[in-house]
């Protein structure tokens, strides 16, 4: 090879070079018209809010293998990228920088202006986004670059909300929903984190209409009793059946409220009395329902205590405006609960107060308590979609990855579902296509309805993000218009996702392409673990334990940072890791390098990887090496196959580092510096070279950059690109299974010689003798190898021990129940020599002991394919073997 290598290799220099060719190249770009099967991933689009995260960095390097393996292996693959518009967390990130900036909110710029300000953050931040998947080597279609608010999915998105509405699936209603008083909207139910907190609960004391007498309610939330219209005892509770009818009076307002009896009341909670308030709690609303009550709001938008309350519906004498003493109004609901208990405890109302932990809902985004609060908006009827939805799943139309794990979980999800509230009350967003006139009609209409003669405002709310997120596998590709793209695309094969969405957007796209398509949006869903620190905790700016993905790319290069992630990173599994991590993937990469270094400097100009010629003059190393390489092709494959990412990592890198480089590019170096005849060379060169190549093909998918600069070197005329290059095809020919025994064998004595000249202080340059007590076939395999033992294990000469052989100054050696003698009278120490010995009976002793546990294990016995329980039965019996012999030569130091 006359180029010159470099001797330290420069991932910056490679990774761009190559990454701009292959997209000058367009090799990304699939073809609906190519006439090979499709396969097709649509990327679960990260939120123009910020920049990347290692999450995203873990979840697109396994999209990015799986579309490089099937671009490999005969597919037209797809891999569609884009960005999502993240409607309350991108007005939440623009807003504070407008603070911080300007000092100003978004009502200082009025809709307009601000809208325009989130498109530029979209633009500087959509674009960093991009760049950083290309830095990681992520292969996506970028001429099909998508946005959630692009014009044709926008489209897409008015056309579903009018469908649905048309239906009968959409409407609007009066509903308790998650208010979310710090990003001032509504959320969904899915939206909402439910997390234990030590709180109290509050024993109030409720007078009797003109009287001093009192019940005792208790209840978390004492700032809602301002909007209470009934208190509620359980239809079971004999002793308080005599006092349902009678009246209460609520404290601050003086309202005289019902007692009355519902089966939602648990008796045994609190006092057994329970204070309704149907504007602030769900299960109080649908009592409320129930008992036609009053609806009192008691809470603005912010959370703060109204000045003056506003009765919504229900039969009730109060009326529609009450208003609220001034030490309350204006309140944040927290500062009025304080407020409320001390006035109580004043007046002499307040019973006692409990610890009391409990679940409170938290804004998923915000992460501040949501108030449940009565409100107008638009929701969409689910259980019509749900049945058809959970049916696919069962019927194996969509398979979960790892199997078993997730399934229950959207099951449950399905079986229980409830309407999505899918309005919010933001601006940034797809606006709500509902238009009211002066009069207050509406009409759902996907232009605007206003003539001359009669003016319509459009609704100013905008809809959940997810809402439009559903529709990403077919709205990309040009729904609602019948596109090439669709029509060959469309079901896409795979997403690859973090399973904390299945229900904000798994489950949801399942139903849109039932809904639309007819048909599921995907085949497969691989959920992906989490990426914490090395302690397991989850990476967050305020533990300030966070990695850039880009950062560790630039240190250790994007293939170190791959390679990393997948190897420590079990199926499905959450990965620990840190900064540290990334140097086992520029191992990884360095060992590479110099493995194509050394086999450069041995190559001739007019080197070749066709080894088939030369078949005839193969040694056993090189009928191994082609047998592990056969090996690890097939057992790459069914793991890529199966979504084991980690287990087809594993087995590439132990063979390339482990086999091919530690092993047999070493057994082959006295054949290119002392070939014995020409052949011995070409054989060894060409063999390796093809190996070489085709190890890159191999782990191309995990680690693009440096393989296509290694391949180059290899390519035949009419090649191009590792990207396009076809995966090689496995060939039963090549498995040479009593090559790999032999191999097997030969390894074992040489790592047990080594072992025992590092115990034993034998100085490196020293050469020994080895005498051998085995068969005759063994002691032919050993002869034959004997250059092996030469070179990788300094032994001059292999000899049969005759009758008269004097085993007393020799370091003795147990391989496979073969017995070696290595001559060491005139440096042995024999002192040294029996804690070694002694150290081999003890290792001995507990693999014997793990075995016959193992083996006595009746479920493992029943349980285990016979074949595996055969192989633990011949393990111990050979273990015994040795055990006997290494017990034979401790005794002689006894």
């Known amino acids: 090879m006359s180029r010159e290598i470099a001797k330290i290799y420069d991932p910056k220099v490679v990774e761009d070079k190559w990454y701009q060719e292959w997209e000058n190249k367009h090799y990304f770009h699939a073809d609906p018209d190519s006439g090979k099967p499709p396969f097709v991933i649509v990327i ?11 999450g995203h960095a873990f979840n697109n390097t396994i999209q990015d293998i799986l579309t490089r393996y099937k671009r490999k292996t005969g597919f037209e693959a797809l891999w569609l990228p884009g960005t999502d518009h993240a409607g309350i967390a991108t007005q939440a990130v623009v807003e504070r920088d407008l603070r911080s ?14 809208v325009e300000r989130v498109w530029e953050w979209k633009k500087l931040h959509g674009d960093t986004i991009i760049n950083q998947l290309k830095n990681l080597g992520c292969s996506c279609d970028w001429e099909r670059e998508r946005f959630t608010m692009d014009e044709g999915l926008s489209t897409a998105v008015m056309r579903v909300f009018k469908e649905l509405y048309d239906k009968g699936l959409i409407y609007r209603g009066q509903r308790i929903v998650n208010w979310d008083p710090a990003s001032g909207t ?45 208190v509620a005892v359980s239809p079971d ?131 501040v308590p949501i108030e449940p609060y009565l409100s107008e908006q638009w929701f969409v009827k689910m259980k019509p979609f749900a049945e058809k939805a959970l049916d696919v799943l069962e019927n194996g139309t969509v398979k979960f990855y790892p199997p078993g794990r997730f399934e229950n979980t959207y099951r449950h999800w399905m079986v229980n579902i ?91 796209m399942i139903m849109a392409g039932l809904e639309f398509m007819d048909e599921v949006p995907f085949k497969n869903v691989f959920f992906n673990g989490l990426v914490r620190d090395e302690q397991g905790r989850k990476m967050s700016k305020s533990l300030g334990n966070g990695i850039d993905p880009q950062q560790m790319v630039k240190k250790f290069s994007a293939d170190a940072v791959r390679f990393t992630m997948i190897m420590m990173s079990a199926e499905g599994q959450d990965l620990n890791i840190s900064e540290k991590s990334f140097e086992m993937g520029r191992n990884f990469s360095n060992k590479i390098w110099n493995a194509f270094r050394f086999l450069s400097m041995n190559l001739e100009d007019d080197y070749s990887t066709n080894f088939e010629p030369y078949m005839s003059h193969f040694q056993l190393e090189d009928h191994w090496i082609l047998s592990r390489f056969n090996f690890a092709l097939q057992e790459v494959q069914r793991n890529l196959e199966q979504f084991r990412f980690h287990d087809a990592m594993d087995i590439v890198y132990h063979f390339f580092w482990g086999d091919y480089c530690d092993w047999y590019l070493e057994m082959i170096k006295p054949r290119l510096y002392k070939p014995q005849k020409p052949e011995d060379k070409v054989t060894a060169l060409r063999l390796a070279s ?14 693009p950059f440096i393989t296509e600069e290694i391949w180059q070197n290899f390519k035949n005329e009419n090649e191009e690109s590792i990207v396009i290059s076809q995966w090689l095809k496995a060939n039963p020919d090549w498995t040479n299974a009593r090559a790999e025994k032999d191999i097997l064998f030969i390894q074992e004595s ?75 009278s005139d440096l042995i120490d024999r002192e040294k020599e029996k804690a070694r010995l002694e150290k081999e009976l ?53």
Not at 44 to 54: F, G, Q, Y
Not at 690 to 703: C, D, R, Y
């Open 750 to 824: 040489i790592g047990a010689l080594r072992n025992m000249r590092s115990e034993m202080d034998v100085p490196p340059g020293k050469v020994m003798d080895l005498f051998v007590s085995v068969q005759d076939s063994v002691f032919k395999l050993l002869d034959e190898n004997k250059i092996h033992f030469q070179s990788l294990a300094k032994i001059e000469h292999i000899q049969k021990t005759s009758p008269d052989f004097d085993k007393k100054d020799a370091a003795a050696i147990v391989v496979q129940g073969s017995e070696f003698f290595v001559p060491l």
């Open 237 to 367: 509770d004999e002793n308080k059946k005599s006092l349902i009818g009678r009246k209460v009076v609520i404290p601050f307002v003086n309202r005289a409220v019902e007692i009355i009896a519902d089966s939602h009341v648990d008796k045994e909670f609190g006092s057994g009395y329970v204070k309704v308030t149907p504007a602030h709690d769900p299960n109080d609303f649908e009592m409320g329902k129930r008992h036609r009550l009053a609806e009192v709001i008691v809470l603005d938008k912010d959370g703060k205590i109204l000045p003056v309350c506003r009765k919504v519906t229900g039969n009730s004498e109060l009326t529609d405006e009450l208003e609220i003493p001034d030490l309350l109004a204006g309140l944040d609901r927290f500062d009025a609960r304080k407020k409320i208990i001390s006035e109580l405890q004043e007046m002499g109302q307040l019973e006692k107060i409990e610890d009391h932990v409990h679940a409170v809902g938290h804004s998923y985004r915000s992460h």
């Open 842 to 894: 003890t290792r001995l002793q507990n693999l014997e002991e793990g075995l016959v546990k193992k083996l006595e294990n009746k479920n493992f016995v029943e349980r285990a394919p016979q074949v595996v329980v055969e192989g633990e039965r011949n393990k111990l019996n050979s273990i015994r073997e040795n055990l006997e012999k290494v017990k034979l030569n401790y005794e002689k130091y006894a």
């Open 44 to 54: 679960p689009p990260p939120n123009v809010t910020s920049i990347l995260h290692m």
């Open 418 to 508: 409830r309407d999505w509230c899918i309005s919010r009350q933001l601006w940034w967003g797809h606006r709500i296509p509902v238009w009211y006139n002066e009069e207050g009609e509406y009409k759902v209409s996907l232009e605007d309805p206003s003539t001359e003669n009669e003016k319509w405002t459009q609704d100013p709310d905008v809809l959940d993000t997810w809402f439009s997120s559903q529709l990403w596998p077919f709205s990309t590709m040009g729904w609602p218009d019948q596109t090439s793209d669709l029509n060959y695309f469309y079901p896409t094969t795979t997403l690859v996702t973090a399973p904390d969405i299945i229900f904000f957007w798994v489950a949801r």
């Open 186 to 230: 509504a959320l969904s139910d899915d939206e909402v984190d439910h997390k234990e907190i030590n709180g109290k609960l509050y024993h109030l004391r409720y007078k009797f209409e003109n009287s001093e007498d009192y019940i005792v309610v208790a209840t978390t939330r004492p700032e809602t009793l301002l909007g209470d219209t009934a």
């Open 690 to 703: 093809f190996v070489m190549k085709h190890s890159m093909e191999l782990l191309h998918p995990f680690i």
């Open 101 to 114: 900036k300007e000092n100003k909110t978004r009502h200082d710029l009025g809709r307009e202006k601000f």
